[in-house]
């Protein structure tokens, strides 16, 4: 699960900063449009989760639509989040905020 925000400004001047720190690559954020809105999409606070904790798909919008993105966004996301863990974590760098080792032993 990758949690998004709408705090645009604050996510841009994160990101900004993380990219000039580190000469152009950094790969804890990413930004994208859900149901035609801008948003940043946390990789660096993403967390595992297995289909029997999912209840329903995120509503928007006072609960009037469900949270869509483009496949072409979605294969992006899943690509980065894959290289974020098997480039990042497993060799110990900390990108990601959450405490996965936790979460994936509960799993």
Do not use: W
């Not at 604050?10 to 993380?18: A, C, G, M, P, S």
């Not at 967390?47 to 029997?52: F, K, Y």
Request: positive net charge; glycine residues 4%.
């Amino acid at each position: 699960m990758i949690p998004i925000s709408s705090q645009i400004e604050k996510y841009e001047k994160l990101y900004n900063d993380k990219m000039h720190r580190y000469n152009g690559h950094f790969d804890g954020i990413r930004f994208g449009y859900v149901n035609g809105k801008k948003r940043a999409f946390l990789i660096q606070n993403m967390c595992p989760v297995t289909e029997e904790y999912i209840d329903y798909e995120y509503p928007i919008e006072n609960n009037t639509k469900v949270v869509r993105i483009n496949e072409s966004l979605a294969k992006e996301l899943h690509s980065i989040a894959r290289k974020v863990l098997r480039f990042y974590y497993d060799r110990g760098i900390k990108i990601i905020l959450t405490d996965l080792d936790t979460i994936l032993r509960a799993l």
